[in-house]
């Protein structure tokens, strides 16, 4: 055999490597450039540009505000109380002509009140079956928030408007004008602040977890 055609061999199977290197690292430009326009739309989609108290500032020039609605326990009510809130709240809202957002946030249940209270129970008492019950009561509610299947729904509404000089004022009048609708049907609202905005928004933007209804 040649002594140069192993040779041959090697520098052609170089070229043919350099050049389906070449091919690869070509292909993959499109799918970065795809990565880079995905990460920009995701920053576009938050468009978040600050929080400062009870307003949220956007980046497109907006101010918005939220309204927490406060849970009641419709069980607590008669059919015929029930129809009543739905009367009174339903004329309430058909009066606003402004556009508005509703949404229905779904999160963990904040347990830890709940285990702090059973861990004091737990260390002051000396009875050892209250002693063990406590415990698996602590054991079987931590297990049910880690597994995350205990949820609450929270009830928040969205008001916006263009952002302007002195704007502020004319958002919060509004919001307080609904929540003295809410309060005619006995359902009492909040302005949510600062720290809970950004938990909201942490939560919106989680998909699998936020309902929207206009």
Not at 62 to 74: A, E, R, T
Not at 152 to 160: C, G, N, V
Request: some cysteine.
């Amino acid at each position: 055999m040649n002594p140069i055609f192993p040779i041959i061999m090697i520098i052609l199977c170089a070229i043919a490597g350099a050049i389906a290197f070449y091919f690869m690292k070509r292909n993959n430009q499109p799918a970065k450039t795809q990565f880079s326009q995905q990460q920009i739309t995701a920053n576009e989609f938050v468009n978040v540009k600050d929080i400062n108290g009870r307003f949220l500032y956007t980046r497109d020039g907006h101010i918005i505000v939220y309204l927490k609605i406060n849970p009641i326990s419709i069980d607590l009510f008669s059919d015929n109380e029930k129809e009543q809130i739905c009367r009174v709240l339903t004329a309430e809202i058909s009066s606003i002509r402004k556009p508005f957002k509703f949404l229905a946030v779904s999160r963990p249940v904040d347990i830890t009140p709940l285990v702090n209270e059973y861990t004091e129970l737990l260390s002051k008492t000396n009875n050892q079956k209250q002693k063990e019950l406590l415990r698996n009561e602590i054991m079987v509610i931590s297990n049910y928030a880690m597994s995350g299947e205990v949820i609450e729904r929270q009830f928040y509404i969205m008001l916006w408007n263009k952002y302007r000089e002195g704007i502020e004022n004319d958002l919060l009048k509004e919001c307080r004008e609904f929540v003295q609708k809410f309060e005619s049907a006995n359902i009492s609202c909040d302005i949510i602040k600062e720290q809970e905005i950004v938990r909201l928004c942490n939560l919106v933007n989680n998909s699998a977890y936020v309902i929207y209804d206009e």
